[in-house]
């Protein structure tokens, strides 16, 4: 329980680092930031895994990048649904979604050897 907490917020925390980092990629709070983690988690577990199955061959004649795209548009249906997290683009989405990916595997790495 501990794992998905601490796992929680720092999606939230990327989300934050990330409108910090992206323009056009837009955060107001923590509590936006915690509310946008849940629903991108939730579209990338449902919606998300879906469209990553049907476009699994492009995924490999790209080597991965294609992934960015489906992580983007997740990213951009989350900025219409979430008030309080706006995404101004298709472009400051597939950016802020590289960013994500990025600050996702450097926090792993940082807690690597946190227990339930």
Same mark, same amino acid.
């Given at each position: 329980?501990?794992?998905?907490?601490?796992?929680?917020?720092?999606?939230? !925390?990327?989300?934050?680092?990330?409108?910090?980092?992206?323009?056009?990629?837009?955060?107001?709070?923590?509590?936006?930031?915690?509310?946008?983690?849940?629903?991108?988690?939730?579209?990338?577990?449902?919606?998300?895994?879906?469209?990553?199955?049907?476009?699994?061959?492009?995924?490999?004649?790209?080597?991965?990048?294609?992934?960015?795209?489906?992580?983007?548009?997740?990213?951009?249906?989350?900025?219409?649904?979430?008030?309080?997290?706006?995404?101004?683009?298709?472009?400051?989405?597939?950016?802020?979604?590289?960013?994500?990916?990025?600050?996702?595997?450097?926090?792993?790495? !940082?807690?690597?050897?946190?227990?339930?």
């Amino acid at each position: 329980m501990l794992r998905l907490l601490l796992h929680w917020l720092l999606s939230a !925390l990327a989300l934050i680092l990330t409108s910090r980092l992206v323009p056009g990629f837009d955060v107001q709070g923590l509590r936006a930031a915690l509310i946008a983690a849940i629903v991108i988690g939730l579209l990338n577990a449902t919606v998300g895994l879906v469209l990553k199955i049907i476009t699994f061959p492009i995924s490999i004649l790209t080597f991965g990048i294609f992934l960015l795209v489906i992580n983007g548009l997740m990213i951009l249906v989350a900025s219409d649904i979430v008030s309080g997290f706006h995404v101004y683009g298709f472009m400051p989405a597939v950016w802020g979604a590289a960013i994500l990916a990025l600050l996702g595997v450097l926090f792993k790495a !940082l807690i690597h050897d946190v227990k339930d």
